[in-house]
């Protein structure tokens, strides 16, 4: 065997200590999934550009009216789903052809915000943010396939998203899952502070 292999009792030793630093010193973070895309009601979708066709269903303000309103006494809801336009922007689903419906789960991750890159000196505060932070989150390998196909990731109130695909880490390279994101800022016009263009 040779020397430098690591023993599996190690590894396994490594592996426990580490999901109780996970469970007793993180913290809550919360993951929005998409699991459904309804075409939209509105408008007319396009399967092959995967995006609305622009055009309305309806013929005329009346006809949408009629369409909400029956759908508002059927279900008991009152969300917009049938307003009439001409031609352009769909104005229930901004022109994406579908409505999305999203989930949220939290998970429990070993938070790292990351206050000093070079020199765009991203700072977070608790009462909130003034400019684009990365954040390291630490969590199970469960959670893979979760972040793998996350919509967006809610840190310690920040709206972040992932900077990069999560990436298995250390001994025997599943003890733990690395998450990196960034905080989802966007400056205003008059603000003058110079970033770098992370997108
Ligand atoms: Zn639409």
Same mark, same amino acid.
């Given at each position: 065997m040779p020397r430098t292999r690591i023993h599996t009792k190690s590894k396994d030793r490594f592996k426990r200590s580490m999901r109780d630093i996970i469970r007793d010193l993180g913290r809550q973070v919360k993951v929005t999934y998409l699991i459904k895309k309804n075409e939209c009601p509105n408008c007319y979708y396009d399967k092959a550009t995967? /995006?609305? @066709? #622009? &055009?309305? &269903?309806?013929? @005329?303000p009346l006809e949408a009216r009629t369409k909400q309103q029956e759908y508002e006494v059927s279900t008991g809801k009152v969300d917009l789903r049938y307003k009439f336009f001409k031609? #352009?922007?769909?104005? !229930?689903c901004k022109n994406l052809g579908y409505l999305a419906l999203y989930k949220k789960r939290w998970v429990k991750c070993l938070v790292n915000w +990351? @206050?000093? !890159? +070079? /020199?765009?000196?991203a700072i977070y505060t608790q009462a909130g943010k003034s400019s684009a932070s990365y954040v390291d989150l630490k969590t199970d390998p469960r959670h893979f396939e979760l972040f793998l196909h996350c919509s967006g990731i809610e840190i310690d109130g920040v709206n972040c998203r992932m900077s990069s695909p999560p990436a298995m880490r250390g001994l025997g390279n599943q003890t733990l899952l690395l998450v990196r994101a960034i905080s989802d800022v966007k400056l205003t016009k008059r603000s003058t502070e110079k970033l770098k263009d992370y997108i």
């Open positions: 995967d /995006s609305s @066709t #622009g &055009k309305c &269903k309806w013929r @005329t031609v #352009g922007r769909c104005p !229930i +990351d @206050t000093d !890159i +070079d /020199s765009n000196q």
